[in-house]
């Protein structure tokens, strides 16, 4: 799907109240189509006016484009050891979507933060409609209309939609007290006019992911937000309810809103954005419009490398069976799982979340109880109830949770690295630093972790580096059976080419590597074989090239769903 | 396949280790007690003449050496998310079993036995409700206190227990050589301090204790059995406690049922003031020593000048707050600045 173009987009479709000043938001003076009738008529009628005003930079400026409404000029920061930003320029339309891309750590985050007040600027200056922003706070990035909707959103699970929507800047009545009705009557606005299905009493908890994003976009617009930035939307929606924000990327773009998406799959970039500014090792490496670009160009500029070499294929040879599972379960998450993986082979595991795939795995490293089921390795029964047994028997398991379940932040770099294999690093229980150092320098190495120095803290890297991290404790540990459980999710394509490479490296090595992942491409170009799990059962199993995407999305979903196609679409969109 | 020479082996520098700087040093928390500390000798030797002397200063570490054994398991526990309230119950129930084999003519080393015995009893029964049943630990334990202190005072009543055999009284009260006047308690921390300095800085251990506390999840995805870790410091806890009742009931020879009253909140302000994070994962063996010197010399020399006791409390409840927002404030203060 192309873009939608400019033309149509300045005009606000909805009856909702118009923004409440736009001066600089439409450079284009076609006349309004037919149809559109006397309110678009009139609002054109409106900006004519107000392009009248200061026509003679913005015309000449611009051809066809509306003016920037928020504009980064050589935007510096400097961390301790690190230069996270430098002479960083963007620009952002009102009306437009402007994909951020760059690898994890290339500095998008920091941008981020500029731009909603928790860092400020070194050096460099931030024009917001016209006005310079000077930001010390999210406070002053609401009031100069900026609104950020994070990866995992951080809201009250336990208060009602309108009482998220409206926190910080309720309204309030006689004695200053909270006006209810008029929260509920604004929130239902807001509410319908971004056609949720949802009313303002329900409680937040009981929403999904999708919904809640909403409830973070109704929360930007009850503050008139007109520029708003999505950092990484999309990453715990399903195919459909990604399809719903699109459509409510398109309804923002009519309302004159800019955004900046944040986003490492192509797919969605293309699908939504008008143009792109690219991040490389915290500088602007290029930017441009969406309709001129190729997503191979885009890769390049990024890493330096072309796509092609993203899903490095290596034939290894499976040798004997390492690991037989038969019949795994648990109470309640997973239920007669069976599979056998040979040295060498990699197992894509694939499903929906929900399907039962992380369980069964955690189960696996003993990490939750079993109910029922035998696991061998090499043949021989093995008794894993904890996951010291797990690492005992030669398993290793790089969990979905990067921070929670993966890293301990405070730790330096080395620290980590060992704390899966300490009884190696160690002589008569006293720790030896050489040893630790010597196993940290190698698998950072071979794993090219970026940092300052291998004591620094865990909490400073970026989180591809984090996720190098976690493996390379993992690899310490000697495993012979590697289980990935979502392996490169949040992850820039640097790092996630690094994991490619690295688990084709592995398999070639004779580890056994079971991949748990819910991207398609990943599983499709990476597996010897996948197993498709529905509802904590393995459902279909499929050899190495025997399945296209649809067939393994339809095996996920168990045919019952009617929107098949659609989710199969976000995987084949992709290479 | 040309990927692989592409792979970046050494694509990035990295530093062995981050570059010393001496305003790291000068910023660590020890530092700052160690000024506290020089400060607090300096003025109680102001104060008083009679604070710089031998004998003084060796007798005067029979006050706080008890607390400061526990101070060592407690920092453990504080390390790792947990906190013991029922130390000073513990205390008095090892006391008062001590006190009944006693009366019942026990010698000097089953007394020690059962004091430590009883101790780590009472450690594993609190240990077993945090980690079986996965109850928060102040909660347990502020209960357990309630629990082992009231048994304590209706198995005695208000009577106290003094037939104590003089050679366990000489384990509370006396000292290694009458040539050099250390007291033998005194003496026993240093020794236990040592050795828990090197397992918490130098072992598997340490570090595990450390992961448990930074995030216990990714620790138990490590292999790290902290439910089992946690368990064990519980028992240590109260084999210190053990250890601390035998050498309090031996240094005032006699078992009261209040003994010990209110020695769990000393024993968290030293663990708190040494600087471990009462939210886990970070602290030093050496802080806490430090800081039981610094709280030890300063209830010393304001006793010597006549102080009264409940002043000293008050001071040291202002040293407890100042400890713990210092970190806040000088952050706040430094991001003033910048």
């Not at chain 2, 101070?71 to 998310?81: E, G």
């Not at chain 2, 084999?239 to 769990?264: C, D, H, K, Q, Y």
């Not at chain 2, 968290?268 to 600087?275: A, D, F, N, S």
């Amino acid at each position: 799907m192309t873009s939608e173009t400019c033309g149509a987009c300045a005009l606000p479709l909805h009856s909702g109240p118009p923004p409440s000043s736009d001066p600089t938001s439409s450079g284009h003076l076609l006349p309004p189509s037919a149809g559109e009738g006397a309110l678009a008529a009139s609002l054109f009628f409106e900006i004519s006016i107000d392009m009248a005003v200061d026509a003679s930079t913005q015309v000449t400026e611009t051809s066809g484009l509306s003016a920037p409404i928020l504009t980064l000029t050589g935007v510096s920061k400097r961390f301790p050891g690190v230069r996270a930003l430098h002479n960083v320029n963007l620009n952002l339309r009102a009306g437009e979507v402007t994909a951020l891309i760059g690898e994890n750590g290339a500095g998008k985050s920091t941008l981020v933060k500029i731009l909603t007040g928790i860092y400020q600027p070194d050096e460099g200056e931030i024009v917001v409609s016209g006005a310079p922003f000077i930001c010390t706070g999210p406070r002053d990035a609401w009031a100069a209309g900026i609104a950020a909707i994070h990866q995992e959103t951080v809201m009250f699970d336990e208060l009602s939609v309108a009482e998220n929507i409206f926190m910080g800047h309720m309204p309030l009545g006689a004695g200053g007290r909270i006006d209810w009705a008029a929260m509920r009557s604004r929130t239902a606005e807001l509410l319908k006019r971004l056609e949720a299905d949802f009313d303002a009493n329900t409680l937040l908890k009981r929403l999904s992911v999708a919904q809640k994003h909403l409830v973070e976009i109704a929360r930007a617009l009850s503050h008139d937000a007109r520029i708003i930035i999505m950092d990484e939307p999309t990453s715990a929606l399903s195919a459909r309810e990604i399809g719903d924000l699109f459509a409510i990327i398109a309804q923002l773009k009519r309302r004159n809103c800019a955004i900046l998406f944040i986003s490492h799959k192509f797919d969605e970039i293309f699908h939504v954005a008008d143009r792109w500014t690219c991040l490389r090792d915290g500088e602007e490496v290029g930017h441009g419009a969406i309709a001129d670009v190729a997503q191979a160009d885009l890769v390049r500029l990024m890493v330096g490398r072309s796509i092609e070499q993203v899903y490095p294929k290596r034939d290894v040879k499976p040798g004997p069976v390492v690991l037989e599972a038969e019949d795994l379960a648990n109470a309640s998450e997973f239920d007669g799982v069976s599979f056998q993986l040979r040295a060498g082979q990699i197992i894509g595991l694939y499903g929906l979340v929900g399907a039962g795939r992380s369980e069964a795995m955690q189960g696996l490293f003993g990490l939750s109880p079993l109910t029922r089921g035998r696991v061998k390795i090499d043949g021989r029964e093995a008794h894993i109830r904890s996951p010291a047994d797990a690492i005992r028997a030669g398993l290793a398991y790089v969990p979905e949770d990067r921070q929670i379940q993966g890293v301990v932040l405070p730790f330096g770099i080395r620290a980590n690295m060992t704390l899966a294999s300490l009884k190696a690093h160690a002589r008569d229980g006293f720790l030896s630093l050489a040893k630790e150092l010597q196993t940290t320098k190698k698998f950072g190495g071979r794993l090219a972790v970026k940092a300052a120095n291998w004591e620094q803290k865990l909490g400073e890297l970026s989180g591809g580096n984090q996720q190098k991290v976690v493996i390379g404790k993992w690899l310490a540990s000697g495993p012979r059976i590697l289980i990935l459980d979502e392996p490169t999710k949040g992850i820039d394509i640097g790092s996630k080419a690094a994991v490619h490479e690295f688990m084709g490296e592995l398999a070639s090595e004779g580890i056994a590597i079971i991949l748990v992942s819910s991207e398609l491409p990943e599983i499709m170009g990476l597996a010897d074989e996948i197993m498709v799990m529905h509802e904590g059962r393995v459902v279909q199993r499929f050899a190495r090239g025997q399945a296209s995407a649809e067939m393994i999305v339809s095996a996920a979903i168990a045919n019952e769903d009617a929107e098949a196609p659609c989710a199969g679409e976000s995987g084949e969109a992709l290479p | 396949m040309s990927l692989s020479n592409a792979s970046p082996a050494s694509r990035y520098d990295v530093a062995d280790r981050a570059p010393r700087r001496l305003s790291d040093y000068l910023l660590r928390w020890e530092t700052i007690l160690v000024v506290l500390l020089i400060a607090v000798v300096i003025v109680n030797a102001l104060i008083s003449p009679f604070f710089l002397d031998f004998y003084n200063l060796s007798d005067a570490t029979f006050n706080f050496s008890e607390k400061a054994i526990l101070a060592l398991a407690m920092t453990l526990l504080i390390i790792v998310r947990d906190i013991d309230l029922s130390i000073a119950a513990i205390i008095a129930l090892a006391s008062l079993a001590m006190g009944f084999a006693a009366e019942a003519g026990a010698p000097t080393f089953a007394l020690i036995g059962i004091g430590l015995g009883v101790g780590a009893l009472c450690g594993a029964f609190n240990g077993a409700l945090v980690t079986g049943f996965g109850l928060p630990s102040i909660v347990v334990t502020i209960g357990t206190m309630s629990l082992f202190r009231g048994i304590a005072q209706v198995a005695l009543g208000d009577q106290a227990i003094t037939k104590y055999p003089a050679s366990f009284q000489a384990i509370g009260q006396g000292y290694i050589t009458d040539k050099a006047p250390i007291p033998i308690s005194f003496v026993l921390f240093l020794g236990l301090a040592a050795v828990f300095g090197i397992v918490l800085h130098r072992t598997i251990i340490g570090r595990k204790l450390f992961a448990m506390g930074a995030n216990p999840v990714a620790a138990l995805f490590s292999g790290i059995a902290v439910n089992r870790i946690r368990f064990w410091l519980f028992v240590l806890m109260g084999l210190m406690a053990g250890l601390a009742a035998v050498l309090l009931t031996g240094r005032i020879g006699s078992t009261r049922p209040n003994i010990a009253l209110g020695f769990e909140l000393e024993v968290v302000t030293m663990v708190v003031l040494g600087g471990v994070s009462i939210a886990g994962g970070a602290g030093t063996i050496l802080g806490v020593t430090l800081a039981v010197f610094v709280l030890g010399l300063t209830t010393f020399g304001l006793s010597l000048v006549n102080v009264p006791g409940i002043v000293i409390s008050i001071l040291n409840g202002v040293l407890l707050i100042a400890s713990i927002s210092a970190p806040a404030v000088a952050q706040r203060f430094l991001r003033g600045r910048s």
